[in-house]
């Protein structure tokens, strides 16, 4: 099995390992920071071993690395502040 079957593998297991602590009902801080870490854990292999951008021009790499590092940031954000986030976002 080569590196890009056993990623893929992994991968695969912390999908499968999030639906299930997502089904847990336990929601919470543990949980969110949990959740935050397998999408920007994912997300870098992603962007490294599928994008192949481990060897890109650092601008780029840098540029995804950055989106990568938001959308973590975004679910903790909407976990400690959504209400707040929703007032700031809505035109009512």
Request: proline share 3%; glycine share 8%.
């Amino acid at each position: 099995m080569g590196r890009a079957e056993k990623i893929w593998l992994l991968l695969i297991a912390l999908t499968i390992a999030g639906a299930w602590f997502a089904e847990t009902g336990h929601a919470g801080w543990p949980l969110t920071l949990l959740v935050a870490g397998f999408i920007a854990f994912k997300g870098r292999m992603v962007i490294d071993y599928y994008m192949e951008m481990r060897d890109a021009n650092p601008r780029i790499r840098h540029v995804l690395y950055a989106f990568n590092t938001v959308i973590p940031l975004l679910v903790i954000l909407s976990h400690g502040w959504g209400d707040l986030l929703r007032r700031l976002t809505t035109l009512d």
